[in-house]
């Protein structure tokens, strides 16, 4: 539904976006990760026909981004980082009017019209002015103007900012309500959001992709062990390193050992071997689970 090949997008001479390249599969959910300034909203705008890549090409629901922009534009629902809003407008005239602009039939726009405040949860909002509207609601009229042409693809730039916990919660739900029959690619900050919407994650840092996988292998690969030894001699860490499967030894402060592992390579009983075979007093042997936030730390933090 959505591919996107070698993009990239220069300003002067840096590139917030650099040879860009993933695909999101029909019915996905795909979250898109990365710290501030990594390139997400820049790759959206692109997507979204709001600007032109400097080179690569995308397609969304098989229209070119460059060559078929009204197609696309009319296939995707973007809310944007800051939704352009009119203030002077009430919530329900401001999604008639986007209705209009995007083409919605005149004989759909009132069921169309139910169902964006509806997923806005704006029904009481929806003979407010926009102006009047807290940032929260705002936010919220945001994501009902992205679904209000009924489009088969969504993306939402950070669409849970500014919301309180309960409408976080309604987001999310509203988000994975969308699955199968749509397709979402959303960034985020929040990455319990992220564990709990999305079936994959594709991480971007500093303009370049640095990892997409699924949220589960994501932390598997980046889980190991944690070893507590009694007697640890002074070249322990290296004979560890030396076992096959592990990537890396760390001491932590505490003194515990903490060990990277290779790929899903479990080294638990090579390990226990060597210890009871250099009498360094096992005392402790447990693997680490990495959660979403430690696999995203190591990934966007340059050594
Ligand atoms: N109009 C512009 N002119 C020059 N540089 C820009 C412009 N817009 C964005 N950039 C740069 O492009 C890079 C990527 O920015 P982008 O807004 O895509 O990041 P982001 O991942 O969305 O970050 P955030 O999490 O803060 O929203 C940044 O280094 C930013 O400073
Ligand atoms: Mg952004």
């Not at 979250?31 to 390139?39: D, I, R, V």
């Not at 704006?122 to 042409?149: F, P």
């Not at 003194?255 to 390579?265: E, K, R, T």
Request: with cysteine.
């Amino acid at each position: 539904m959505i591919e996107v090949e070698s993009l990239s997008k220069i300003y002067g001479a840096s590139h917030a976006v650099e040879e860009v390249s993933f695909a999101v599969g029909e019915g996905e959910i795909v979250g898109f990760l990365g710290p501030n300034g990594a390139g997400k909203t820049t790759t959206m705008r692109i997507l979204s026909c709001f600007m032109a890549p400097s080179s690569g090409s995308a397609r969304i629901a098989g229209f070119d981004i460059l060559h078929n922009s009204l197609e696309v534009r009319r296939s995707i629902g973007y809310l944007p980082e800051n939704a352009p809003l009119y203030g002077e407008m009430s919530v329900r005239d401001y999604l008639s009017y986007v209705a209009v602009l995007r083409g919605v039939p005149k004989a759909q726009r009132a069921v169309r019209l139910e169902a964006a405040l509806d997923a806005g949860k704006l029904e009481e909002r929806a003979d407010t002015l926009i102006r009047k509207l807290s940032k929260g609601y705002r936010q919220r009229v945001g994501i009902a103007q992205a679904i209000v042409h009924d489009p088969p693809v969504l993306i939402l730039d950070e669409p849970s900012s500014g919301l309180d916990p309960r409408q976080r919660a309604e987001t999310r739900h509203f988000i994975k309500s969308l699955a199968p029959q749509r397709t979402v690619l959303l960034s985020t900050h929040i990455l319990p959001d992220v564990q709990e919407t999305c079936s994959r994650v594709i991480v971007i840092n500093a303009g370049r992709i640095v990892a997409q996988d699924a949220v589960e292998n994501l932390a598997a690969g980046a889980s190991g062990l944690s070893l507590v030894l009694a007697r640890p001699a002074p070249d322990a860490s290296e004979k560890l390193s030396r076992v096959a499967g592990v990537a890396g030894v760390r001491r932590e402060p505490d003194g515990a050992f903490s060990l990277d592992l290779a790929g899903q390579n479990d080294a638990r009983e090579e390990i226990a071997q060597l210890c009871v075979a250099e009498n360094w007093g096992l005392l402790e042997l447990s693997r680490r689970r990495a959660n979403l936030e430690e696999v995203f730390l190591k990934l966007t933090t340059s050594d």
